[in-house]
Each structure stands twice: as structure tokens, then as C-alpha cells.
């Protein structure tokens, strides 16, 4: 149900560079109710992500969205920022993700950044108590 809001992000709203995943610059995308990280994993695949895996440069594959929640692939059950570059960070428990994006933004407004940041997440994510 967020592809269309995700899709608008991704290709009209946002500032990053896929070949560049650690551009300082670049505007952030939390996705906050991690259990929907097929949509993240498919943006990323969208929008060109180079994946580094030994040493190599390649892409984000339709394979690797193939196996997705598969032991070991590029693409766990719940982003993970240390496996599949453009993942800002590792998400899963529930309101951890807004809550950090709230953190990261302030922390570019206070460096003088100039990147926003954009979190999606789910209702029942309201109900937690780091929300409050």
C-alpha cells in the first residue's frame, strides 16, 4: 500500500546518488516498520543501487530480490544498513525508526547539512512508547 508514496519519493522527490551511497549530502530514507523492507529492496533495485560484495561493484539484482529472506542474501527479512548499501539503517522494532530519523535530521541541521530525511512507518508504530 506505500509503493506509490515510496515510488514518488524514489524517482521525484529525493536527492541521492545510487553510485554514491555514502554521498554526504545525500537526503535519507528510514523505513521504519522494517517488516515491509520489500519495498525498500525494490526502490533500491529501481533506482540502480550498486551493491559492494567482495570487492566487486554490482547492482542490486532481480535475483536478489528473489531471495529475499534468505540466510546470507543481499536482502534480510529487515534492512540491515551493513549488508545492502542505501539502507540507512537497521530497522525492525517497532517506532526505532522514526525515532532516529527525528535524531538524524536534527543532527544535519545542527552540522549544517543540507540532506533531508524521510520515514515511512507504519500505524501500529504509533502505538509504541519510544513514539510518545
Known amino acids: 500500500g506505500c509503493a506509490p508514496i515510496a515510488h514518488a519519493l524514489w524517482t521525484s522527490i529525493m536527492n541521492y546518488d545510487p553510485k554514491n551511497p555514502k554521498w554526504i549530502n545525500r537526503d535519507r530514507f528510514i523505513l521504519s516498520n522494517g517488516h515491509a523492507s520489500a519495498l525498500l529492496y ?3 533495485y529501481l533506482t540502480g543501487y550498486d551493491v ?17 529472506r534468505q540466510l546470507g542474501s543481499r536482502t534480510p527479512g529487515h534492512p540491515e544498513c551493513d549488508v545492502t548499501p542505501g539502507v540507512e539503517m537497521t530497522t525492525g522494532p517497532l517506532g526505532q525508526g522514526i525515532s532516529s530519523a527525528v535524531g538524524m535530521a536534527l543532527a544535519g541541521k545542527l552540522d549544517k ?6 520515514s515511512l512507518l507504519g500505524d501500529g ?8
Open 42 to 44: 525494490s526502490m533500491l
Open 52 to 68: 559492494k560484495v567482495a570487492c566487486a561493484l554490482n547492482k542490486l539484482t532481480l535475483d536478489d530480490l528473489k531471495n529475499f
Open 113 to 118: 547539512k543540507d540532506y533531508r530525511v524521510y
Open 125 to 132: 508504530e504509533i502505538q509504541e512508547g519510544q513514539i510518545w
